[in-house]
């Protein structure tokens, strides 16, 4: 595929790579998902891939389905970064194959609630059963978008996300409705691929990056002028990991570009980050 297209065809183009994904973690192709390059938020067990290793530690993996890491498909772990407390409700942002819905499950505790939501069948089916390996009753993975979350005004205490809200082609309207449903003085805290001043053209224009995670990525100052228009206070981006040529390589040339000519101008460009905000309290 080549050109960025309609809203639409990003978000088919989303569907159709991360549906594929799941059937493959889903019947044990350890070969599946991404394949071995970083233009695809992958996982490190399947590949070595720096945007996706040592995200998560062995204690938090260890009583968790394979299929759960294996689907890990983000850049950070929110789940480590994020306050969560005993009792508070929580929501994933495309929460894939669940690993970080059981994770939070855990910190919240019997008396909280952690949802995911993703718009894949495939990844539904996927977490759903991962759920039910795990024994983890406090969880619920409803189909939606981001763009529109099937949830209540002030319903969620914390919102979480690994990697997803770059892969929307309408971000505003992501902010938007996560500050919608966050409760009075909760708590945005997603990890996300951020990008420090201007992207070339030439990886805009590429869908095959933007599902991946790449070209669809906000600059770092637009992505707080959009918290802060979206209504949030106390926003932030901590970077957790910055990307050098050497790790933009196989993308670009997987995209048909030029390593030698693109990679001096993404060295140091791209980030993980750890983004933060919070809705105003009342």
Same mark, same amino acid.
């Given at each position: 595929?080549?050109?960025?297209?309609?809203?639409?065809?990003?978000?088919?183009?989303?569907?159709?790579?991360?549906?594929?994904?799941?059937?493959?973690?889903?019947?044990?192709?350890?070969?599946?998902?991404?394949?071995?390059?970083?233009?695809?938020?992958?996982?490190?067990?399947?590949?070595?891939?720096?945007?996706?290793?040592?995200?998560?530690?062995?204690?938090?993996?260890?009583?968790?389905?394979?299929?759960?890491?294996?689907?890990?498909?983000?850049?950070?772990?929110?789940?480590?970064?994020?306050?969560?407390?005993?009792?508070?409700?929580?929501?994933?942002?495309?929460?894939?194959?669940?690993?970080?819905?059981?994770?939070?499950?855990?910190?919240?505790?019997?008396?909280?609630?952690?949802?995911?939501?993703?718009?894949?069948?495939?990844?539904? %089916?996927?977490?759903?059963?991962?759920? =039910?390996? #795990? +024994?983890?009753?406090? $969880? !619920?993975?409803?189909?939606?978008? &981001?763009?529109?979350?099937?949830?209540?005004?002030?319903?969620?205490?914390?919102?979480?996300?690994?990697?997803?809200?770059?892969?929307?082609?309408?971000?505003?309207?992501?902010?938007?409705?996560?500050?919608?449903?966050?409760?009075?003085?909760?708590?945005?805290?997603?990890?996300?691929?951020?990008?420090?001043?201007?992207?070339?053209?030439?990886?805009?224009?590429?869908?095959?990056?933007?599902?991946?995670?790449?070209?669809?990525?906000?600059?770092? %100052?637009?992505?707080?002028?959009?918290? =802060?228009? #979206? +209504?949030?206070?106390? $926003? !932030?981006?901590?970077?957790?990991? &910055?990307?050098?040529?050497?790790?933009?390589?196989?993308?670009?040339?997987?995209?048909?570009?030029?390593?030698?000519?693109?990679?001096?101008?993404?060295?140091?460009?791209?980030?993980?980050?750890?983004?933060?905000?919070?809705?105003?309290?009342?």
């Amino acid at each position: 595929m080549s050109g960025i297209g309609t809203k639409t065809d990003i978000k088919t183009a989303v569907r159709e790579r991360y549906g594929k994904a799941a059937a493959e973690v889903a019947k044990g192709d350890q070969a599946g998902c991404c394949g071995e390059t970083v233009s695809c938020c992958g996982s490190d067990v399947l590949t070595e891939n720096p945007i996706t290793s040592d995200l998560y530690s062995i204690d938090e993996t260890a009583e968790l389905p394979d299929a759960a890491v294996l689907a890990s498909l983000g850049c950070g772990n929110p789940t480590a970064l994020a306050e969560l407390l005993p009792g508070q409700t929580v929501l994933d942002l495309g929460s894939g194959g669940g690993i970080d819905v059981l994770l939070s499950a855990r910190r919240v505790g019997s008396e909280g609630k952690a949802y995911g939501l993703d718009m894949t069948d495939e990844m539904l %089916e996927l977490a759903r059963e991962n759920q =039910r390996k #795990a +024994g983890v009753e406090n $969880v !619920e993975f409803l189909k939606g978008e &981001i763009e529109e979350i099937p949830l209540p005004d002030d319903s969620v205490d914390v919102i979480i996300s690994n990697c997803v809200i770059n892969l929307s082609a309408d971000k505003p309207r992501v902010l938007a409705e996560a500050f919608r449903v966050l409760r009075p003085g909760g708590l945005f805290a997603v990890s996300d691929i951020v990008v420090r001043g201007d992207m070339p053209e030439a990886i805009r224009r590429s869908i095959e990056l933007w599902v991946g995670c790449v070209a669809g990525a906000l600059e770092e %100052e637009e992505y707080l002028g959009l918290l =802060r228009d #979206a +209504g949030f206070s106390d $926003v !932030e981006i901590e970077p957790t990991r &910055i990307y050098r040529v050497a790790d933009a390589a196989d993308f670009l040339e997987e995209a048909g570009l030029d390593p030698a000519v693109m990679a001096p101008m993404v060295d140091e460009k791209f980030m993980a980050a750890f983004v933060r905000a919070r809705k105003p309290a009342v």
